[in-house]
């Protein structure tokens, strides 16, 4: 007669194995405060630190906008400036306005250049052109500079409000439950309680 024994014989590896644990991903979530700081240090760092880096060509398109046309202005200001004081001093070697009023011939408005042709009207409607044209440059230089002032504040804002909104719930689970709520027995007054519950 034979005899089988069974035999629990548990086998045990000399390695442990440890399960294999996939690392969540982390969902971002921005900073509201963070990233004004960031914007408020570099334009455009907001924008890159939410993620949103299209943006940061926008930004920076804007402000060179804004410095072209404080140079522009600020050179057409200084040309129609020089031009000007040549215009109303007696010295005949400062002749910048000549350049200035390419369009005119300079024997209808010059009494310096030519004092017995020139004549008074045009000489004081030239004179009161090239002002112009100098509040002209200089109003619109100036409200470049204001310009970039309120474009960098538009960036920080936007940098502000897009991590405030940043993870922003913007699904369709909407929902609104509509319940009795139970009074206190010490509550005097009497009527219908009704509370509202909004989810989103």
Do not use: C
């Amino acid at each position: 007669m034979l005899l089988f024994s069974r035999q629990n014989n548990i086998a045990q590896d000399s390695l442990s194995v440890k399960p294999d644990k996939k690392k969540e991903k982390t969902e971002f979530i921005a900073d509201p405060q963070r990233a004004t700081m960031l914007a408020l240090t570099l334009p455009g760092l907001g924008q890159i630190y939410n993620r949103k880096y299209w943006k940061v060509p926008i930004v920076y398109a804007g402000f060179g906008g804004l410095v072209y046309s404080i140079g522009y202005n600020s050179a057409l200001y200084t040309k129609y400036m020089k031009a000007y004081q040549d215009f109303i001093d007696l010295i005949p070697e400062t002749d910048s306005y000549l350049e200035v009023l390419d369009f005119a011939d300079p024997r209808e408005y010059d009494p310096v250049l030519y004092p017995e042709s020139y004549n008074a009207s045009y000489y004081a409607h030239y004179q009161e052109g090239m002002l112009r044209q100098i509040d002209y440059n200089r109003k619109y230089r100036d409200l470049s500079y204001i310009g970039i002032a309120l474009w960098y504040m538009v960036t920080v804002l936007d940098a502000n409000v897009d991590a405030s909104l940043f993870n922003y719930d913007i699904s369709d689970n909407l929902a609104i439950i509509v319940a009795p709520v139970q009074v206190p027995s010490s509550a005097t007054g009497l009527g219908v309680n009704i509370s509202m519950l909004v989810n989103f």
